[in-house]
């Protein structure tokens, strides 16, 4: 397993914790399609009260920018992420509440499938209940499965996400076929273009000729041993 690098806030507040406590929470972020495919959304939920702007370093870039979640119940759980600095695709479970209008309005009136994924962990200080640094990334990935419960009578249901991580995409194998169709795409690359086919005299320079003619000089044909 390989160690996140913290900013210095958060490296001094951890060390402390044992003594002065610490108070951790998750965010999870989504963006989805819109289900006429014209456009994205972004939901941003935590396990906290209220709605508030918090600082998160991005994965991808290490920028720091203001996201809005919601809470209120929104974020039931996260499942255990584990920092591996080997090629391992990870997959993670988010639970949420199928009883907030704003996890409805996502999970409902958007398409998830594929819906980029990120997830989030922030300290707080107890005493002050201030932020202590940015947000750090834990994971970025995709939604692989959305499943919807639908509660019995007195029950509250919930939705369950399952996340895999963006190595992923590293195992996924190319579709593409060697042949002339697949190659000419590239900037019009003919060099499969007689792949399927037998006993074709190729000639190369300024002039062709005859097979085992003489073609006259600067001319040639590309085969060993057929020009004379």
Same mark, same amino acid.
């Given at each position: 397993?390989?160690?996140?690098?913290?900013?210095?806030?958060?490296?001094?507040?951890?060390?402390?914790?044992?003594?002065?406590?610490?108070?951790?929470?998750?965010?999870?972020?989504?963006?989805?399609?819109?289900?006429?495919?014209? /456009?994205?959304?972004?939901?941003?939920?935590?396990?906290?009260?209220?709605?508030?702007?918090?600082?998160?370093?991005? /994965?991808?870039?290490?920028?720091?920018?203001?996201?809005?979640?919601?809470?209120?119940?929104?974020?039931?759980?996260?499942?255990?992420?584990?920092?591996?600095?080997?090629?391992?695709?990870?997959?993670?479970?988010?639970?949420?509440?199928?009883?907030?209008?704003?996890?409805?309005?996502?999970?409902?009136?958007?398409?998830?499938?594929?819906?980029?994924?990120?997830?989030?962990?922030?300290?707080?200080?107890?005493?002050?209940?201030?932020?202590?640094?940015?947000?750090?990334?834990?994971?970025? /990935?995709?939604?692989?499965?959305?499943?919807?419960?639908?509660?019995?009578?007195? !029950?509250?249901?919930?939705?369950?996400?399952?996340?895999?991580?963006?190595?992923?995409?590293?195992?996924?194998?190319?579709?593409?076929?060697?042949? !002339?169709?697949?190659?000419?795409?590239?900037?019009? !690359?003919?060099?499969?273009?007689?792949?399927?086919?037998?006993?074709?005299?190729?000639?190369?320079?300024?002039?062709?000729?005859?097979?085992?003619?003489?073609?006259?000089?600067?001319?040639?044909?590309? /085969?060993?041993?057929?020009?004379?």
């Amino acid at each position: 397993k390989s160690m996140k690098i913290a900013d210095l806030a958060t490296q001094a507040a951890l060390a402390a914790a044992p003594d002065a406590g610490i108070r951790v929470r998750d965010l999870v972020w989504i963006r989805a399609r819109t289900l006429a495919g014209t /456009g994205t959304a972004e939901f941003g939920f935590w396990n906290d009260i209220g709605t508030v702007p918090i600082d998160v370093r991005r /994965g991808d870039s290490g920028n720091v920018e203001a996201r809005p979640f919601v809470g209120d119940g929104s974020l039931i759980s996260v499942g255990p992420i584990s920092y591996s600095s080997e090629l391992t695709v990870q997959s993670v479970s988010v639970g949420l509440s199928q009883l907030h209008p704003d996890v409805q309005d996502m999970a409902r009136g958007h398409d998830l499938r594929q819906a980029e994924i990120e997830i989030f962990r922030v300290f707080f200080d107890p005493r002050t209940n201030a932020v202590i640094g940015p947000a750090s990334s834990r994971l970025i /990935g995709k939604v692989n499965k959305a499943q919807i419960s639908t509660p019995k009578t007195g !029950d509250e249901g919930g939705i369950d996400l399952t996340c895999v991580s963006h190595i992923r995409e590293m195992t996924r194998t190319n579709p593409a076929k060697k042949s !002339d169709e697949t190659q000419k795409r590239r900037s019009g !690359d003919r060099f499969r273009r007689y792949i399927g086919t037998v006993n074709v005299d190729l000639f190369w320079g300024q002039k062709s000729g005859k097979p085992g003619g003489n073609s006259g000089s600067g001319s040639g044909m590309f /085969g060993a041993g057929r020009n004379k």
